[in-house]
């Protein structure tokens, strides 16, 4: 299912959030090193990447901002302020809007991505934690996981559409098929994922993964997904064409958050959260590793843990 992939013939950058240190720490895929850190807001959760890959955006949990970051220079551009709990930052397919989840507001706000300027704050559902552009960027969807539904947001006249209910609890991390046609969401509380049809708008399927799946990541060129679950420290792989998980790659390493992958599609890095300190919250989930996990997706196994301390979160890839 996974052969046939060309080793990746030079080194790219993967950028770590971490909530405890306030900052991203830069790792060189070549050398597995951290080569740099950057300061960011308080609590950085997730980061995205913009089309070029030149400009990164980190939201900011606690400071209720996103950082905007030179991806080249790895400099700090500037910080901008948004909606309360900043937990994740779309970027357009043409670069020209950002989209912030304000997760303790229930709302989202539209920014112009040059000059950085709000444009419009939405209300949305519950507890929003992610939105995701369709390919045309005509579309987006916003996961609510405070009660498990999709809003659709018009993006032209940037309104809400639509709400695709039942999706399933603490619906959160997505990702959209190469055409834009199916919409794969994880349920955490459901230890499962849901397929969206993005064409009638309706629930194709409900399928379970493993425990407490956080995180997403398409393989580039593909119809498969991997999935990170957390409190079964594995991977699922979902072939979309069937839906179903069609291998599961164990011991992945100790509470992975996050997931993404490498340009070739051959290794799948995991950011593994730290141990609890006495300001997280109680119900929060304590690791060992503290660390990026390196997991070969052809051979199915873990090749090493890159160890950071505190406590890392979101991992991104760059373009």
């Known amino acids: 299912m996974l052969a046939g992939i060309s080793f990746f013939a030079y080194a790219y950058e993967i950028w770590v959030t971490n909530q405890r240190?306030?900052?991203v720490e830069v790792i060189d895929s070549g050398t597995r090193k951290v080569v740099e850190t950057i300061r960011t807001g308080k609590k950085p959760h997730n980061i995205t990447f913009n089309v070029n890959g030149n400009r990164a955006y980190v939201a900011n949990l606690r400071s209720n901002d996103f950082t905007v970051i030179d991806a080249d220079s790895?400099?700090?551009?500037?910080?901008?302020?948004?909606?309360?709990?900043?937990?994740?930052?779309a970027v357009s397919p043409d670069d020209n809007l950002l989209l912030v989840t304000n997760r303790g507001d229930n709302t989202i706000t539209a920014f112009d991505a040059h000059g950085l300027a709000p444009i419009k704050t939405?209300?949305?559902?519950?507890?929003?934690a992610m939105t995701l552009f369709t390919p045309d960027g005509k579309k987006a969807y916003i996961s609510n996981s405070g009660d498990g539904t999709l809003s659709i947001l018009d993006v032209d006249g940037l309104k809400i559409t639509g709400i695709i209910p039942n999706v399933g609890r603490d619906a959160a991390s997505m990702v959209m098929?190469?055409?834009?046609k199916k919409l794969v969401v994880t349920t955490s509380e459901d230890?499962?994922?849901t397929i969206v049809d993005t064409r009638s708008e309706q629930i194709v399927g409900k399928y379970h993964s493993g425990a407490d799946p956080r995180s997403l990541a398409l393989k580039p060129d593909s119809d498969y997904v991997i999935i990170a679950n957390r409190s079964s420290n594995n991977l699922s792989i979902v072939d979309l064409a069937s839906g179903r998980v069609v291998a599961t790659i164990y011991k992945v390493g100790d509470k992975p958050s996050s997931i993404d992958i490498s340009p070739d599609g051959r290794l799948a890095y995991l950011a593994l959260i730290g141990k609890r300190t006495a300001e997280d919250p109680p119900q929060r989930l304590s690791g060992k590793d503290a660390g990026l996990s390196v997991i070969d997706l052809n051979r199915k196994k873990k090749l090493a843990t890159i160890k950071l301390g505190g406590d890392p979160y979101g991992v991104a890839v760059r373009p």
């Open 177 to 180: 098929s190469p055409d834009g």
């Open 191 to 193: 230890n499962g994922y």
């Open 74 to 89: 790895h400099k700090p551009l500037r910080t901008v302020p948004a909606g309360k709990l900043v937990h994740h930052i």
């Open 122 to 128: 939405i209300r949305v559902g519950t507890r929003p």
């Open 21 to 23: 240190t306030d900052q």
